[in-house]
């Protein structure tokens, strides 16, 4: 995954690179799950590069399960405490993938705001501090994590030569693109016109103007059908 510099629209207007962690490897070697068990199907090992995505986005899906927690205990609205559940089960997918290729978890401490990655911990704060402003902005700060999951996953897609992590890539990117319509009306149902954060806004327009995905599936009624 590329290293990335991304401008947050904090008070502060505060700069944070996000990076991937540098992962850490079982017997000395990434991805040799299965190879020394006699009998059983050999797993192709992940490359340096992949190992490390895997690893960071394990870590990214916590900062938005995260995020989404504290500001349902900010705000009490059903869309943070409904979509950080999503987020849990988007860790849960990124683990058993570390846990089949030998990687080593970096959720050594699952209690909110606890990061490995030093760079997600400050950005964990600066959308916390940013969200408790006002519902309008913690709304806001949701679309923005899902769109920097959606760009970060497109890139992890990108570089991975597997087909099961590409797949769970997929599931995760899908995810989001349905998280992404939820915040926009949530924002949209305030009377505020939403604007595109880390994407370009036709990019956004695309997703939101869309069906609900479903299995993999555009289905559902389109936000102009509601």
Request: glycine share 10%.
């Amino acid at each position: 995954m590329k290293i990335k510099t991304i401008t947050l629209a904090l008070p502060l207007a505060a700069l944070l690179a996000v990076s991937p962690l540098q992962a850490g490897w079982k017997g000395g070697k990434p991805g040799a799950g299965g190879q020394g068990n006699t009998g059983t199907q050999v797993t192709t090992a992940l490359s340096d590069a992949e190992a490390a995505t895997l690893v960071f986005m394990r870590e990214e899906e916590k900062l938005a399960r995260d995020v989404y927690i504290t500001l349902f205990d900010q705000w009490q609205h059903p869309v943070f405490n409904n979509i950080s559940g999503s987020e849990q089960r988007h860790m849960d997918s990124m683990k058993s993938k570390i846990d089949k290729y030998g990687l080593v978890d970096p959720v050594t401490d699952d209690t909110v705001g606890v990061f490995q990655n030093e760079e997600l911990s400050t950005l964990y704060r600066a959308l916390v501090d940013r969200g408790n402003a006002s519902l309008e902005e913690a709304l806001h700060v949701g679309g923005y994590i899902e769109e920097l999951d959606i760009g970060d996953l497109e890139e992890a897609i990108a570089e991975s030569s597997h087909a099961d992590v590409v797949q769970a890539y997929e599931n995760l990117e899908r995810g989001s693109r349905n998280h992404l319509r939820a915040f926009v009306g949530q924002i949209e149902n305030l009377g505020i016109v939403y604007e595109a954060q880390l994407m370009s806004q036709e990019e956004v327009d695309a997703i939101v103007n869309s069906a609900t995905e479903r299995g993999g599936k555009g289905r559902g009624k389109r936000r102009g059908g509601r």
